[in-house]
């Protein structure tokens, strides 16, 4: 999977995980090294459904120094599709 078709499956994945999938809609738009948190609240509800979602769609487990660095600092699409990349669920 290209970094770019990553990215996409991210954005939907953000949404759905979303207690409010209106505020998280601007994810769907957003450059990809823009920090998400500057565009909808990555509270922890999304960050739990979202952490989720990446475990149920691409096979991976999501431990707890994983999370901290997509959690880190203003995370990305582009730093959470690295994640993603790098725990083996990106083909």
């Known amino acids: ?4 078709a990553l990215i ?3 954005r939907g994945l953000i949404v ?10 601007p994810a ?3 450059d990809p090294d823009a920090p998400l948190n500057a565009a909808i609240p990555f509270d922890s509800l999304i960050i739990l459904g979202f952490v989720v ?3 149920d769609r691409f096979g991976v ?4 120094a994983t999370l901290a660095r997509v ?3 203003a995370p990305t699409l582009r730093s959470l599709a690295q994640v993603v ?5 990106a083909p």
Do not use: Q
């Open 1 to 4: 999977m290209s970094e770019a």
């Open 8 to 10: 996409d499956t991210l």
């Open 16 to 25: 759905r995980a979303a207690p409010d999938e209106a505020r998280a809609a």
């Open 28 to 30: 769907l738009g957003l």
């Open 53 to 55: 979602a990446v475990e």
């Open 61 to 64: 487990r999501v431990d707890r």
């Open 71 to 73: 959690t880190g600092g």
């Open 85 to 89: 990349a790098a725990l083996g669920g």
